[in-house]
């Protein structure tokens, strides 16, 4: 049903659309895939052509359908995916963050020579070195810990808990105060270093993932991937936590008005001039819009002494976006800034005295105006696929880019920004299914002029905890929350009204059509996407005791889970049971229902039942992402028990079952 | 035993108290030792006790709506360092610098009326219970949870206090513990604690113990080892009438509890009580300097010394002695009482007063104190001058309890 309606939708607006589209799509000199039929063929021949080419590929992608169980019998071969880089003093040594292969490489700069590989925590996230260079710390994400290597014996001498899902991580030596970020406990671990005793939580925003000391070493600054939680579509706002290092405490909370994720940030080596790179999602307009305009502004932000207040700048051109702003560096004699895009498999260089005189410059804000890259981008350099940590030498003169879907270093020098060098770090040398569907992932190269890809709303295969208006329905129609990606297999269908019957269909058609707007995957890329997306684990359940031992409230909750009749003693209609519509192994019946959570801009009421393994970690939550907690799934959208009988239960029996829930 | 006892007196004791004889010399220095502590400890009590005839005095300067603050009815107040918040009828208000800075739904306050605060001492974090859920003041970011959105108990929210990871919240169905790390929010009501009344006025928490004062039910001790809850009632039951004056708590209308040095304080509409774990002392205004037994708080400076906060003014008790601080009842005119451990009352002249008779509530900046009246906020800089009470009563003949106080 909700199948047909897509292709009545794609009559009524996709011939336009592709038509506007294929010009536009014959313009992008850098699309990576042969182009659409040009326009100037006589329009009903382009029309047949175009729509036995829609029919092509469709047959092609149900071809291609992998089954789950073929996906997940493909052997994971134990790449290094370098994420993130360390550099000593003297420039001789990189210390190499690998997250899939669960260990730093050392390996000597210039050669790239392997010195030693360190085992550390599960999914080691970030790094950093002491001020005397003689630790390093490395947070490991899956693990909650932090791994502390003595840098003399190169061996992991201690390893310190941390709150959940450790991401960025700072040492501030005259303090002898470890600070780590939690992305998924949303603030900031402070751990005595001397004693291994976290003595404080800092409340960061959503998503608290990359620290940065200043140059003085006063404060700290904490970026977040996610924005923070806000009222039901409403722009998205992310915030830079200020952390002053004399008393630990936060001291500022800078805001980034409409931006989703902040990646990295860094400040330059006289303090005046900090930047963060980020994105600037439009999820409050339809995603028709993609030909009009531009879905995510890869951007920066600017702050310091420099430029005064907060200022946003672009980095997309016109007819060219740079997708995943993420890693940044700026030269030590501030004359250059460096960035990472990992979805461009490039970096940016930007001349910084043109950045500083363009903002002086321009008294209005400008971020929208993707003119305005012209006047500072000095050039784009190619890498390896999903370009992601930097690594300037002491010196400024070799730039290290990690890229994570090569296993390999791209060396750039600096004053020609060229690539001189690849250094191998030694993943496998073939490239699987896995790694070939994880690139098509991380790249934006398949969306119209490269605007944004896969990664761009499942940030790190995750979410964004944005809602989207996705398709060209109309203003406002049909709005979706941000599904979760982990162990997907057996939750078929997809789409919030299970309108996609496998994932071929979900990621192949659907998002040629819908999103982005031009290339879509052939048979091989399809399979090997779908391949990737099928392989992507639960992240540890940080809810669920050791053993399953339930504690008393979580049991509590369980008993609530699984009633068959309410507190009065009625029995409870076996649609309207929690464990009817949410069973089997990820709780899912895989079916569809109408459980009264359509609103008046939906088209039909009518939503796929979600999995809910590790169900705390993606609020908000229902269809549209109007509930902003798990509480209000039931406190504000269940006023006739629509969605399983609660109004029967006291405030306490309501947090045990969440507290149950949580544990899924 | 008398031949022990005989055995002492026939051993004796020299001038400082060494025995003279089977005493070897290091023997001799110890009981020495032993001896000189003890006096210095005597002396030291009886110097506090001469330090504690002295009574503090305050120069107040008043804040209502004409300077800034955002209503006139405060429920609440305070300080941190500098900052001072006064959680008033219709909004936050903070005093920094000279100039209030307000703060309301529309900046993400849960609702205007403010009725507890709270300080995170340890990340700087403000928490304010409000008449519409609870708010988390972060470095100028509000968050807010509600009875909808989160795990909490009730929305309106008369108590908060912070210790170590936990939120504990005492409101109109309840209270609440939110824990800061995992996100986990804990009920405690009728079904699982001795509360027969839901309706939780106030709560203090420290390592060992925390308690809630439950208006109609008493106060309830929380054991943070054993996670074991106990209850205090009216020995007399819920009768206004006291029978059995230090029995236990004096009365089931509990409105604040203060948890400090190991000493529980107790407010109630009938009187307050200290208890120290074992024995229960009780206040009425009729045998103590309480101008009133009608309090809305009371905050515990340390075992001894305690603010109550009365509709009839600011009472301060010393361990002995007491003193009021409040607008005169019939003429408004500054006012302070003091009356000591005999009873002697005296009117001390003085120039200012806190700007309402009706208090609800105190904070302490070092010597100063901050008071949230139903009419104003008030700020007491200590003077100093302390009113000496072994000269205003040596001076002149004692009057009797409370006579020439305007009760």
């Known amino acids: ?664 | 035993m008398n031949t022990r006892m005989n055995d002492v007196n026939r051993i004796g004791t020299a001038a400082i108290g060494c025995p003279v004889e089977r005493s070897s010399t290091a023997r001799c220095y110890r009981t020495a030792i032993r001896r000189g502590c003890l006096l210095l400890a005597m002396f030291a009590i009886f110097a506090s006790l001469m330090f504690a005839q002295d009574l503090p005095t305050f120069r107040w300067e008043n804040f209502t709506t004409a300077n800034g603050l955002p209503d006139n009815h405060v429920y609440c107040v305070l300080v941190n360092g500098q900052r001072i918040w006064a959680g008033t009828d219709n909004g936050l208000g903070l005093y920094e610098n000279g100039t209030w800075k307000v703060f309301r739904p529309a900046d993400g306050l849960a609702h205007q009326a403010v009725l507890s605060l709270a300080l995170d001492k340890h990340t700087g974090d403000l928490w304010v219970g409000t008449m519409g859920g609870l708010s988390r003041i972060s470095a100028g970011r509000i968050d807010t949870y509600t009875q909808l959105n989160s795990g909490l108990s009730n929305d309106i929210v008369y108590g908060v206090a912070v210790q170590g990871d936990s939120v504990w919240t005492a409101t109109a169905a309840g209270a609440s513990r939110f824990n800061l790390r995992t996100g986990q929010w804990s009920l405690f009501n009728e079904r699982n604690t001795p509360m027969f009344e839901i309706w939780n006025y106030a709560v203090s928490a420290a390592e060992d113990k925390v308690y809630l004062a439950v208006w109609g039910g008493g106060v309830l001790e929380f054991d943070q080892a054993t996670e074991h809850w106990k209850d205090y009632n009216d020995p007399d039951g819920e009768t206004e009438m006291v029978v059995m004056k230090d029995q236990g708590l004096i009365h089931e209308i509990t409105t604040s509890v203060s948890y400090v040095d190991k000493i529980l304080w107790v407010a109630t509409y009938f009187g307050a009580s200290r208890y120290d774990g074992r024995y229960w002392h009780n206040f009425l205004q009729k045998d103590s300097g309480l101008p009133s037994n009608f309090l809305s708080q009371v905050k515990g400076l340390d075992a001894n010394r305690a603010w109550f906060s009365t509709d009839k003014g600011l009472a301060y008790y010393d361990g002995t002695n007491w003193a009021v601080y409040r607008p005169a009842l019939d003429t408004h005119k500054p006012e302070m009482l003091v009356r000591d451990a005999q009873g002697n009352v005296k009117n001390i002249p003085v120039l200012s007063a806190p700007s309402h008779n009706y208090i609800l509530g105190v904070d302490f900046q070092g010597d100063d104190l901050w008071v949230a009246t139903a009419h104003g906020l008030s700020h007491g800089i200590r003077q100093k001058e302390s009113v000496n009470l072994a000269k205003v009563f040596g001076s002149q003949e004692g009057k009797k309890p409370n006579e020439g106080a305007t009760q």
């Open chain 1, 1 to 664: 049903m909700p199948a047909r309606a897509d292709t009545r939708r794609d009559s009524r607006y996709g011939v336009f659309s592709r038509a506007k589209l294929d010009k536009l799509s014959s313009e992008s000199p850098r699309s990576p895939q042969p182009t659409a039929p040009p326009t100037r063929f006589p329009r009903k021949l382009a029309l047949l052509a175009r729509f036995l080419s829609v029919v092509a590929v469709a047959l092609l992608a149900i071809a291609a359908q992998p089954a789950p169980r073929q996906s997940a019998a493909t052997p994971k071969q134990r790449y290094l995916s370098p994420l993130e880089m360390a550099i000593t003093p003297d420039g001789r040594l990189l210390y190499v963050v690998c997250q899939d292969s669960d260990e730093v490489r050392v390996v000597e700069a210039a050669s790239g020579k392997l010195v030693k590989s360190i085992l550390v925590g599960h999914v080691p996230r970030a790094i950093a070195l002491s001020a005397a260079s003689r630790i390093l710390f490395i947070t490991n994400a899956w693990s909650d810990t932090v791994s502390v290597v003595d840098t003399t014996t190169l061996q992991v001498v201690r390893t310190l808990p941390t709150g959940f899902e450790p991401s960025g991580v700072i040492f501030d030596s005259r303090a002898n105060a470890l600070y780590v970020a939690n992305r998924l406990s949303n603030d900031i671990s402070v751990i005595d270093f001397k004693t291994g005793q976290e003595t404080k939580r800092l409340l960061a925003g959503r998503g608290a993932s990359y620290l940065s000391l200043s140059p003085d070493g006063k404060f700290i600054y904490c970026t977040h991937v996610y924005s923070n939680p806000g009222a039901f579509r409403s722009q998205p706002e992310s915030e830079i936590t200020v952390i002053d290092t004399a008393t630990q405490t936060v001291v500022e909370r800078k805001p980034l008005h409409n931006v989703a994720g902040a990646f990295h940030l860094t400040t330059s080596a006289d303090g005046k001039l900090s930047v963060v790179a980020q994105l600037r999602p439009k999820n409050l307009i339809p995603l028709a819009h993609v030909e009009h305009g531009w879905v995510f502004g890869d951007s920066l932000s600017l702050f310091g002494s420099d430029v005064g207040g907060m200022v946003q700048i672009p980095l997309d051109e016109l007819d060219r976006y740079y997708a995943l702003p993420w890693g940044v560096a700026i030269a030590p004699d501030k004359s250059k800034l460096f960035l990472t895009t990992a979805g461009a498999q490039s970096v940016t260089v930007i001349d910084v005295r043109r950045l500083l005189q363009t903002v002086r410059t321009r008294r209005q804000p400008f971020v929208n105006d993707l003119s305005a890259s012209a006047d500072y981008v000095s050039s784009r350099i190619p890498v390896g696929h999903n370009p992601r940590g930097l690594a300037l030498s002491p010196d400024g003169n070799r730039l290290y880019v990690a890229n994570r879907l090569d296993d390999t270093i791209s060396v750039i020098d600096t004053t020609s920004e060229k690539v001189i060098s690849t250094l191998d770090l030694g993943g496998p040398k073939e490239v699987n299914a896995l790694r070939r569907g994880e690139r098509l992932f991380y790249t934006a190269e398949f969306a119209f002029q490269g605007g944004f890809g896969c990664s761009n709303c499942h940030i790190d295969a995750t979410i964004d905890g944005l809602e989207w208006d996705l398709e060209p329905d109309g203003f406002g129609k049909d709005i979706v929350d941000n599904r979760s990606l982990e162990n997907l297999a057996g939750t078929e269908p997809f789409k919030w009204n299970g309108g996609n019957p496998d994932m071929p269909t979900e990621c192949g058609p659907r998002t040629e059509k819908y999103f982005f707007r031009s290339q879509s995957f052939n048979s091989q890329q399809l399979t090997d996407l779908v391949t990737f997306v099928y392989s992507l684990p639960y992240r540890p359940n940080r809810y669920r005791p050791p053993n399953d031992d339930l504690t008393p409230a979580q049991e509590r909750g369980k008993a609530i889970f699984e009633r068959t009749k309410s507190k009065q003693g009625a029995e409870i209609a076996e649609t309207n049971q929690c464990g009817y519509c949410h069973s089997g192994p990820k709780y899912t019946n895989q079916r569809q229902f109408d459980i009264g959570s359509g609103k008046a801009t939906d088209r039909s009421p009518i939503i796929d039942v979600p999995q809910l393994p590790n169900v705390a970690y993606s609020a908000p939550y229902l269809h549209d992402g109007s509930a902003r907690s798990l509480e209000e799934i039931w406190t504000v959208f269940n006023p006739k028990e629509t969605h399983g009988v609660t109004n029967d239960l006291t405030k306490d029996e309501l947090n045990d079952l969440i507290e149950y829930l949580k544990t899924l």
